[in-house]
């Protein structure tokens, strides 16, 4: 995994490289490309649905360069995507943060400033729910539709979100799966399919390391990768990760110096993969939706679909409602689903306007 800029450049060149370098972390590389992605395909549609006439401008105040004097001129929704990112991002990590110190509750309250200035424990779904707030009042104030300007951000949410996720993968931020106790990882922080005999050692392991957090059980599958596919799909032990996780790895001196005892399934990877196809999806389709609606509703459907499924191979924190034992995510999915169909089929037969 490559932590910052200075551990990367080591690890790809083998040269030494200036340290002041590790000020720049990969995971927030990836997050301003994802902010970027996405800022390009919400200019794109709103630039479209504006010349389909869906979207208006309206008056604004604008600062003349040459003479400085104010003047007032039309602007058009697309000119204001830099002002939605800005907002967006900050009112998305501060939900991303609420939202997970609500899921891990005795971890906050040990240390709440530690948890939420921390690099680690950013929720999505909080960071979508506050984001969206914000966007309402912000839609309202300066009178742009908001039912298109949904159906304009779904491509980029679920795109921006993929590209994030890769950032999350190579970083090694935490936010993998279960265990895949296929694989075991060796002193050398190489892994490697599990011998015989070794199945007992890795839960062992495992057990001692996720003691405080999962006592009495491991989670698990066992699941080698078939011969046709790479073991890293199904396996990966996050060497070198940012936040020091795992146990030791021999000889290895410095920062960055943990590795997962057992592979655990990239799910990070996984995600980033399936969103950036739904993405694809999506843009391919855009133009065939003319519902106001339906297009968000479609994304609502699919990327809640995506995050349910995936959390049945990832570690989070669960809530006992009795009979069943949802985590946070998979709750709010299911709710981003049935909101989405709610969406479809109400709108289904609504035709194009322009408030």
């Not at 995507?81 to 939900?95: D, K, M, R, W």
């Not at 694989?183 to 996720?210: C, R, V, W």
């Not at 809640?304 to 669960?318: A, H, P, S």
């Amino acid at each position: 995994m490559y932590p910052n800029f200075e551990f990367a450049l080591e690890q790809l060149t083998g040269a030494d490289v200036p340290g002041f370098l590790s000020i720049f972390q990969v995971f927030g590389l990836f997050v301003a490309f994802a902010f970027l992605a996405a800022a390009w395909a919400l200019t794109s549609e709103l630039k479209r649905k504006e010349q389909l006439g869906l979207l208006q401008p309206i008056l604004g105040n604008e600062k003349d360069k040459k003479t400085g004097e104010t003047k007032q001129v039309w602007i058009y929704p697309h000119q204001r995507v830099s002002e939605i990112v800005i907002i967006c991002a900050v009112a998305g990590l501060a939900g991303a943060k609420i939202f997970n110190a609500l899921e891990t509750w005795n971890d906050f309250i040990q240390d709440p400033i530690g948890n939420l200035f921390s690099r680690s424990g950013l929720t999505f779904y909080g960071g979508l729910i506050c984001a969206t707030l914000v966007l309402v009042y912000y839609a309202r104030k300066y009178k742009i539709g908001f039912k298109h300007l949904c159906d304009a951000a779904a491509p980029a949410l679920i795109l921006g979100y993929g590209v994030g996720r890769l950032g999350c993968h190579f970083s090694g931020d935490g936010d993998w799966g279960i265990f895949n106790s296929a694989y075991i990882t060796y002193p050398d922080g190489s892994l490697h399919l599990a011998a015989a005999g070794q199945y007992e050692q890795m839960l062992n392991m495992a057990k001692g390391y996720f003691a405080n957090n999962f006592p009495g059980t491991v989670p698990h599958i066992y699941a080698p990768a078939p011969s046709w596919l790479p073991d890293w799909l199904y396996a990966m032990n996050y060497a070198h990760n940012v936040n020091s996780e795992g146990v030791a790895i021999t000889n290895c001196m410095g920062n960055f110096c943990a590795v997962l005892p057992v592979g655990v399934f990239p799910t990070p990877l996984y995600e980033a993969v399936v969103c950036i196809g739904i993405f694809g999806f999506l843009w391919a389709i855009r133009r065939k939706i003319t519902v106001p609606w339906q297009m968000f509703g479609i994304y609502l459907i699919f990327n809640g679909t995506e995050r349910f499924l995936v959390e049945k191979i990832r570690v989070n924190t669960k809530y006992d409602l009795g009979f069943i034992h949802p985590t946070q995510a998979e709750i709010i999915s299911t709710l981003l689903i049935l909101a989405g169909i709610l969406l479809v089929i109400s709108n289904r037969k609504k035709t194009v306007t322009t408030t």
